[in-house]
T-cell receptor, first 115, second 115 residues
Framework: AQSVTQLGSHVSVSEGALVLLRCNYS??????LFWYVQYPNQGLQLLLK??????LVKGINGFEAEFKKSETSFHLTKPSAHMSDAAEYFC?????????????FGTGTRLTIIP | ETGVTQTPRHLVMGMTNKKSLKCEQH?????MYWYKQSAKKPLELMFV???????ENNSVPSRFSPECPNSSHLFLHLHTLQPEDSALYLC??????????????FGQGTRLTVV
């Protein structure tokens, strides 16, 4: 079984400030981890993913995330927030299940950027 | 066309109507998914098709009926829906085949309103 917890359903940061969105996961097997972004009335778009190898993963739009196995975390960060970053962000975990891939999503974090 | 395309983008239907949602992917993937996204709820996986066979049905009511005629197309047939079925319905595809380290690609969704 696998699950994802996103701490904070709403996060507000000032333009130019650090963005930190938290994600903790639970998985009985080595997980694959993803961050998706959703703009209003749009589908989900992949920001970045961790599969194996380097634990610091860089994605699009200046975002990055670090896989910390000891903390079962995969927090998303961006050094300097931009107005265009306002959106909803979803963390997801996937685990091999003998051909039946199953992405489990967190409840999402709505990011607001304050001018 | 590229990616995952869903039609229609918006749909209003009465509780006695029958309608269908369509999804088409141009990515050569062999797994397709239907998700339901309701306000203040996590993304709910409804159906998974892998190689055109349904591999998962997460206890979805029978008023939702999926169809996958080939690996590029996925339908969701709707009949006698309830107002609580109003939501954003998202289609996704992935490479599947046991490779759960590959991400899902999402369509823009169909905003369904049941009146």
């Amino acid at each position: 079984a696998q699950s994802v917890t996103q701490l904070g359903s709403h996060v507000s940061v000032s333009e130019g400030a650090l963005v930190l969105l938290r994600c903790n996961y639970s998985s009985s097997v080595p997980p694959y981890l993803f961050w998706y972004v959703q703009y209003p009335n749009q589908g989900l778009q992949l920001l970045l993913k961790y599969t194996t190898g380097a634990t610091l993963v860089k994605g699009i739009n200046g975002f990055e995330a670090e896989f910390k196995k000891s903390e079962t975390s995969f927090h998303l960060t961006k050094p300097s927030a931009h107005m265009s970053d306002a959106a909803e962000y979803f963390c997801a975990v996937s685990a091999f299940n003998f051909g039946n891939e199953k992405l489990t999503f967190g409840t999402g974090t709505r990011l607001t950027i304050i001018p | 066309e590229t990616g995952v395309t869903q039609t229609p983008r918006h749909l209003v239907m009465g509780m006695t109507n029958k309608k269908s949602l369509k999804c088409e992917q141009h990515l050569g993937h062999n797994a397709m998914y239907w998700y339901k996204q309701s306000a203040k709820k996590p993304l709910e996986l409804m159906f998974v098709y892998s190689l055109e066979e349904r591999v998962e049905n997460n206890s979805v009511p029978s008023r939702f009926s999926p169809e996958c005629p080939n690996s590029s197309h996925l339908f969701l047939h709707l009949h006698t829906l309830q107002p609580e079925d109003s939501a954003l319905y998202l289609c996704a595809s992935s490479q599947g085949g046991g490779r759960s380290n590959t991400e899902a690609f999402f369509g823009q969704g169909t905003r369904l309103t049941v009146v």
